[in-house]
């Protein structure tokens, strides 16, 4: 047995099918197919289920699942305390990163990375709150930055960042000459949200005052898979949305037709968080990672302080 065949393990049980798994450890599918046989005969017993349709875990499968698990993390440990003991900031550091800030964000990071801290290798990923959460917790990346609270006793959460929401609307709209924007101007918009998934929608609903059970009220066939589609829907004139600071700097806020107002509301904003595993060996990076955050943010959003123990 070696820490190879508990990978192909651990991905066919994730995947349920061999293409995918032998496609996602970077080997043919005979070759993971012969490695799993092999580790079921040294193990004694069928870890998988087979049929020409499906792939599932046994039971004895889903009992040595966790600890393979532990086993290929713990192995992970090691490789990266070795690491972190020559330079806790060199090699790749892999960010898991939500959909509507990636694009916003990131561009402000690289230079000053590269710069200050050229051994690290920032690798991205970008993808919604929960399968984020779900790689990390598989250990596929190391860190993440999100826009929702997190409660997992086997995480630590520290807030880098508030970020308010401006209002986008048409620009012939009527709101566009009102001098103060309150709750009741919210109350009456044709509000276009993100599709489900994305924390944004949930987040602009709340602004709003919109129930959760009533969203799917506000303009519910036009909800877009990303910032840019919704305000291309805004500039169209098919209704108005809550767009994050840092998105202000988008290439849509030049000839798209809209305008964005900014909201005088005390809960008009989203908290951006950078979560890890508490388990992570090398937190001299994660530090490095969350002060050049905080170093490169524009005076759109305001720093947070993050709380003591986390």
């Not at 972190?84 to 690289?110: E, F, K, N």
């Not at 009527?174 to 489900?196: C, F, M, Q």
């Amino acid at each position: 047995m070696n820490l190879r065949d508990l990978k192909y393990f651990i991905a066919l049980a994730d995947t349920r099918h061999f293409g995918r798994a032998a496609a996602a450890s970077f080997v043919s599918q005979p070759t993971l197919s012969g490695q799993i046989k092999k580790l079921e005969e040294e193990l004694g017993v069928a870890l998988f289920e087979r049929t020409k349709k499906s792939v599932a875990l046994t039971e004895p499968g889903k009992a040595l699942l966790p600890h393979a698990r532990r086993t290929v993390e713990e192995a992970d440990v090691l490789t990266q305390l070795a690491r972190a003991s020559r330079d806790p900031l060199a090699g790749p550091l892999r960010l898991g990163v939500i959909q509507t800030l990636s694009p916003y964000l990131i561009p402000l990071l690289l230079k000053p990375l590269k710069l200050q801290h050229p051994q690290m290798q920032l690798r991205l990923t970008e993808e919604t709150t929960e399968h984020l959460l779900e790689r990390l917790r598989h250990h596929e990346v190391d860190g993440l930055l999100l826009a929702t609270p997190v409660d997992d006793p086997e995480l630590s959460v520290r807030p880098l960042f508030d970020e308010p929401f401006w209002l986008a609307i048409p620009s012939r709209h009527p709101l566009y000459t009102k001098d103060t924007i309150d709750r009741r101007d919210l109350k009456g918009l044709d509000l276009l949200l993100l599709a489900e998934g994305h924390c944004l929608a949930k987040q602009a609903a709340e602004v709003c005052r919109i129930a959760t059970g009533k969203m799917t009220g506000s303009q519910p066939d036009l909800r877009a898979a990303s910032l840019d589609t919704l305000l291309q829907l805004v500039g169209a004139g098919m209704g108005a949305t809550l767009v994050p600071a840092l998105a202000l700097r988008g290439s849509w806020t030049s000839g798209a037709g809209v305008v964005t107002r900014q909201l005088e509301l005390p809960d008009a904003y989203r908290r951006i968080s950078l979560v890890y595993r508490r388990s992570f060996p090398r937190m001299a990076a994660i530090d490095a990672l969350a002060k050049l955050i905080v170093a490169q943010l524009p005076n759109t959003v305001r720093p947070a302080r993050a709380p003591k123990n986390t």
